[in-house]
């Protein structure tokens, strides 16, 4: 193991983009992205430029040093434009619709670092930033709230309380594309999978603690997101891959690496799924397990997995930041 690069401030992605013949590999840390000119086989960074500065992290005044999802994702689309991810400071809070640049939101910067633009909001947590293949679709994966009190005034009694039952599935996580001007709900509204379109394409319910009146947003005007995933299973990793690369069944799909729950009744999570991919419409056709096993019998775990990244070869590899390790996950040669 080498030292590539010292010195960083909670680095967390890292994107390798060509332009013009070169690659560059773009880093993110707390408060900023920077990018170096790679060659093959280096073992020590190159010279560093500073693409983007002044990103939000803990040391605002506001937050008193507390910022539970400081960690930066990023993505670099064919026009060479640096999107970043800035995820929210709280489970559900107003002040990060108000901030400056707003959290629970995703911008988007020229090759430069200048010309800064909202590209999308109302994402709490964005995670795994990618690029579905052949196109500039920009897909992610989102953490949403926790503890959402019953929403429905419908007489059972519920309403407003925080019930573990309903808390356990509600709202899911989410696997979507994501458009520019597009707002996908937090914290005013939240996806609802108990209707018959199941976890595709959930209408948006408003918000208790937030939204209660549906003053704040009309959730019927907000974006739905494409695929829900089970609540508080915590989607971290998001890697597309083609052509057939992991198995012949699937010619194009996603990986997906579930950090797993911390407050669900049952634990959930702490896995790798495939996302199997419809060609014609872009959109993903159902779930399919790939690596589990990180629970034990006592349902203890030994394993989070974190990120995952195609490798050299064939197969792909899982970071789990539980255990301190990565795995090597061969590929399928048989249908």
Known sequence: MTQWASGLGRPHDIVFHERDGQVWVFLSEKDRVTRSRWTAGETTRGTVETVVTGLPDASLPELHGAYGHELKNLAVDSRHRVYVAIASTCNVCLSDTTSD????????????????????????????????????????????????????????????????????????????????????????????????????????????????????????????????????????????????????????????????????????????????????????????DVVTGFKNPDLSVWGRPVDVALAPGGGFIVSDDFAGALYRIAATTQP
Not at 182 to 187: R, S
Request: overall charge negative; proline content about 7%; aromatic content about 12%.
């Open 101 to 288: 640049p707003l959290r629970g939101a995703i911008y988007r910067w020229d090759w430069s670092g200048g010309s800064r633009e909202l590209f999308a909001r109302g994402l709490r947590n964005a995670e795994g930033l990618a690029w579905e293949p052949g196109t500039d679709t920009l897909w992610v994966a989102v953490n949403n709230r926790d503890n959402t009190p019953y929403p429905f005034d419908d007489g059972t009694g519920q309403y407003g309380k925080v019930i573990p039952e309903y808390v356990d599935n509600h709202p899911p996580e989410a696997l979507t594309s994501v458009r520019q001007g597009g707002h996908y709900g937090w914290p005013f509204c939240n996806s609802n999978p108990d209707t018959a379109s199941g976890l595709k394409h959930m209408p948006l319910d408003r918000d208790y603690d937030m939204n209660r009146d549906g003053s704040k947003a009309d959730c019927a005007a907000l974006d739905k997101t494409d695929q829900g995933i089970q609540a508080h299973s915590a989607p971290l990793g998001l890697t597309f891959f083609d052509n057939g690369e992991l198995n012949p069944a699937w010619k194009r799909g996603a990986l997906v690496a579930y950090h797993g729950s911390w407050n669900r009744t049952e634990r959930t999570g702490y896995k790798v799924t495939v996302f199997p991919w419809d060609l014609a419409t872009h959109q993903p056709t159902g779930e399919v």
